[in-house]
């Protein structure tokens, strides 16, 4: 991996934008707070905007809203980094929320 960023933030029960300074290949964010159901929703490269695979306790689902975006492929972007969406399991207000990104390296070239 090129980029690999760690980080807490505290949930709103709104979208969250974090500006990594580069866009991820992958996302994990966790609801730290829910200790019951450990929710989390993970993202990654060719995922549509807003879509996620989401585990609650032992249960796996696809999203295809409210989950995780990308931030910085777009022509008026300012942010390069992601945006956690409004899931009400994993997004709660005042639950602490871990997250993972990745960014792969470039291929060399020979």
Do not use: C
């Not at 949930?11 to 200790?35: A, E």
């Amino acid at each position: 991996m090129d980029h690999v960023a760690f980080g807490t933030v505290t949930g709103t029960g709104t979208i969250i934008d974090i500006d990594l300074g580069w866009t991820p290949d992958r996302v994990v964010v966790r609801n730290l707070s829910d200790t019951l159901n450990f929710p989390q929703l993970e993202w990654v490269t060719g995922m549509p905007a807003g879509s996620a695979v989401k585990r609650a306790a032992s249960t796996f689902s696809r999203i295809t809203t409210l989950g995780i975006s990308q931030l910085g492929n777009g022509a008026n972007d300012t942010k390069r980094g992601f945006r956690i969406g409004t899931d009400a399991t994993v997004n709660v207000a005042a639950n602490m929320l871990a997250f993972e990104a990745y960014r792969a390296a470039e291929p060399k070239r020979v």
